[in-house]
């Protein structure tokens, strides 16, 4: 027979679970009886506490999820371990405890709690925790109750750096993406192997940016990065470093340059495919010539020094006259001052051979410059026609090929100490044209002593007056001496280049 009340009882708390609720209008009272009803017939605890939730509700108070328990265990006087610790828990929570104390034995002050936590939910009040109030107790307590921690699911990745490319000098970047973590590490490699054996000191700023201050940074490299957050988590999928990091790249020192200049051009006039000189300044690797603007051609000469530059005609460029200016690539400098180039379809030599001037005097030999012995002497020059022509500088021990000098200037010469002859040398395609300047420089001063002075007999001749010897400009003589008495006595040879 109690089996079928049993059965009816079950029944009913199914058929009214879905509809009278605590909120529905049950009291406590109500519903502890059906649950008393239910142990009287032997029901299971599973089965009061799901009779009690459903009829009951889970409402908690605020302080519960902060305290979770679900307790398995009837406890009665003279009961300890972790449930009674928990049972202390919970009715302290309830207000019924022991002011706060809590203990992990079940004494009479905590049965006297018990039992004013079952008046309070209309339970038989025998300080003895049971199936009824355990259920009621899982109801308020138990951790089936609690919200379910959700996991981290935000994956973790680098969508993008700014600035894309970090300007020389600046040490700061940011670095956007997904599912940062406060801690997380910035590591970088210098190279493409990955190899992340260094960091970067970051800052967390949200789940979603991270504030980097690179120390070290080369100028004009590439670095490989890659975040990981203090968890180990990685961006997803991800099995190495280097499948997992973005570049950043830094950019090169900054190099002052100055715009380049032309002051003017040699020839002139030139026929398509022949070579133009360009003189001016601040000339590198990377200045081209420009042709009629910056619309026109663009040509890459060949650089012969910061001064100066050449380049050949282009087969494509039209006869006539066209503006010639200079520019850095990239350089972000506007166009140079023009100069014209005058191409024409056969070029007619109209040079004529140069005529110099050396301090005034033109011709040929400039009269006789006087200097002290280990002096030296400046001259200064001009030169007609200046259309082709190159000028050298040419004396003893002076290659005339190797100095080139600008068509109009100044000179000064070596230390002096024999009779010698300078010279500055023009061609064109008319000729070469020669002007010498004859300095004479009187012997060196001795001091007298006891001794005998030496005589000193020079190719043959011991005559205290000068030799002249005539040699081809920019050649070498040879001569030969003795010297009486050679007792005490020391000579040397001197000259230009010779100490």
Not at 55 to 81: I, M, P
Not at 100 to 123: L, M, P, T
Not at 213 to 237: D, E, I
């Amino acid at each position: 027979m109690k089996k079928y009340i049993l059965g009816a009882v079950l029944s009913l708390g199914i058929i009214i679970s879905p509809v009278f609720t605590h909120a529905a209008g049950l009291t406590d009272s109500q519903v502890q009886a059906i649950l008393s009803l239910l142990s009287s017939f032997g029901a299971d605890s599973a089965t009061i506490a799901n009779v009690n939730t459903a009829l009951g509700g889970t409402t908690s108070s605020s302080s519960s999820t902060a305290f979770c328990h679900t307790f398995n265990t009837d406890l009665t006087v003279g009961s300890g371990g972790t449930e009674v610790y928990a049972l202390n828990q919970a009715l302290n929570l309830s207000g019924v405890g022991m002011d706060g104390n809590v203990s992990s034995s079940f004494n009479e002050d905590i049965a006297s709690g018990v039992v004013a936590f079952q008046a309070r939910y209309g339970i038989r009040q025998t300080g003895y925790v049971g199936p009824i109030t355990r259920a009621r107790l899982n109801a308020l307590y138990g951790c089936s109750n609690q919200p379910t921690p959700q996991p981290n699911t935000a994956v973790l990745s680098i969508n993008s750096i700014s600035p894309s490319s970090l300007p020389a000098g600046q040490t700061t970047f940011t670095i956007n993406g997904s599912g940062f973590q406060s801690g997380a590490t910035v590591s970088y490699s210098g190279n493409s192997a990955g190899n992340y054996n260094a960091t970067f000191s970051a800052s967390f700023v949200s789940s979603s940016q991270l504030s980097v201050t690179g120390t070290g940074l080369a100028q004009g490299s590439s670095y490989m990065l890659f975040v990981k957050n203090p968890n180990g988590q990685t961006s997803a999928g991800c099995s190495s470093y280097t499948s997992c990091s973005s570049t950043l790249p830094v950019a090169p020192a900054v190099t002052s340059v100055s715009a380049p200049t032309v002051s003017y051009i040699s020839p002139s006039s030139a026929t398509i495919g022949g070579t133009v000189y360009v003189y001016g300044t601040n000339f590198n690797q990377n200045t081209f010539v420009a042709l009629d603007g910056s619309s026109g051609q663009s040509i890459t000469p060949t650089l012969v020094s910061g001064t100066s530059l050449r380049f050949i005609i282009p087969t494509n460029t039209s006869i006539g006259t066209h503006t010639l200016a200079v520019n850095m690539m990239a350089g972000g400098f506007p166009l140079s001052s023009s100069v014209p180039l005058n191409v024409v379809a056969t070029q007619t030599n109209t040079a004529t051979v140069p005529d110099i001037t050396i301090n005034g005097a033109s011709g040929g030999f400039s009269p006789i410059y006087t200097v002290p012995f280990g002096e030296t002497i400046a001259f200064t020059w001009s030169v007609m026609p200046t259309n082709g022509t190159t000028c050298y500088a040419a004396g003893n021990g002076i290659d005339g090929g190797a100095d080139a000098i600008n068509l109009s200037g100044a000179w000064t010469t070596p230390a002096l100490y024999t009779n010698t002859t300078y010279g500055v040398r023009c061609t064109n395609s008319a000729g070469t044209t020669y002007k010498y300047v004859n300095i004479s420089v009187p012997p060196q001063t001795t001091t007298a002593t006891s001794n005998t002075a030496p005589t000193i007999t020079l190719n043959g001749n011991n005559s205290s007056s000068r030799l002249s010897i005539n040699v081809e400009f920019g050649r070498t003589a040879t001569f030969t001496w003795g010297v009486t008495p050679t007792t005490g006595t020391s000579c040397s040879a001197a000259g230009i280049g010779v100490n």
